[in-house]
């Protein structure tokens, strides 16, 4: 299950680069008491180490840090980007959606990655998070899924 509600989301936002998505992203997390201020320039440390690789497909970017780097508990963020950016990933830029990912250890944040991946593989509904314009569209995908 996914437990999200509109304090974790913001659509169609102006960043100047993939920093800014992620700092959006995580600021959302952290408003929310889900990790400490560190764990975003640890979302951002990870990617300036190894790459864009939380860019996982087409238009999507998963930002995540160690949980040591600030989680408190799992958790998600969703960011509709008003245009999207290149991270530097090649085959799936530009990025139109960035949901930062908080885990407290290496297991706990299993189930609910694993909900999440069955929205995004819903190509109807990856469409309509793309889109969206308001939270609230957002909001229904997954309550959708919790029913």
Known sequence: MINIDESFIKTNIEVKDWIEAVR?????????????????????????????????????????????????????????????????????DPVKVVIALSSVDSESHIELLSNLVKVLNDKEKFEVIKSAKAVQDILEIFREEVK
Do not use: C, Q
């Not at 238009?59 to 245009?83: F, M, N, Y």
């Open 24 to 92: 959006a992203a995580g600021e959302l997390l952290l408003n929310n008491d889900i990790i400490e201020e560190r764990f975003i320039e640890g979302m951002i440390k990870v990617v300036k180490e190894k790459g864009p690789y939380i860019v996982i497909s087409k238009g999507l970017a998963i930002p995540h840090a160690r949980p040591e780097d600030g989680a408190k508990k799992v958790g998600i963020s969703i960011v509709t980007l008003r245009k999207p950016i290149n991270f530097g990933n090649k085959n799936n």
